[in-house]
């Protein structure tokens, strides 16, 4: 079993950043691969990007790539969303979540367990 708590969501000006941070408990946390997802009001969820359990593959979405970084601490625990270049759009809840295999995956269903979200919110 594993329980993640997002942090770090909050209100930005547009091309401003954030930093999210996704902290599990458990101690196989490195065994697990880690996704960012978000959900606009509206819309249905999206994948943001993902971590390999080791941290060394990340992958993005087109929408964030070369705006979001991936990142995770295994001996903390933790996986972060760097967020830079904020725009209007990227307004939504952001949620992690952790599947028990090595590679993250776009299928938000490909998922075991799941965080409760954090607002972000980008004005123009």
């Known amino acids: 079993q594993v329980q993640l708590v997002e942090s770090g969501g909050g209100l930005v000006q547009a091309g401003g950043s954030l930093r999210l941070s996704c902290a599990a408990s458990?101690?196989?946390?490195?065994?697990?691969?880690m996704g960012w997802f978000r959900q606009a009001p509206g819309k249905e969820r999206e994948f943001v990007g993902g971590?390999?359990?080791?941290?060394?593959?990340?992958s993005y979405a087109d929408s964030v790539q070369g705006r979001f970084t991936i990142s995770r601490d295994n001996a903390r625990n933790t996986v972060y969303l760097q967020m830079n270049s904020l725009k209007p759009a990227d307004t939504a809840v952001y949620y992690c979540?952790?599947?028990?295999?090595?590679?993250?995956?776009?299928?938000?269903?490909?998922?075991?367990?799941w965080g409760q979200g954090t607002q972000v919110t980008v004005s123009s």
């Open positions: 979540a952790a599947r028990g295999y090595r590679m993250a995956t776009p299928e938000g269903h490909e998922y075991d367990y």
């Open positions: 458990g101690s196989a946390f490195r065994r697990y691969a």
């Open positions: 971590i390999s359990w080791s941290g060394g593959i990340t």
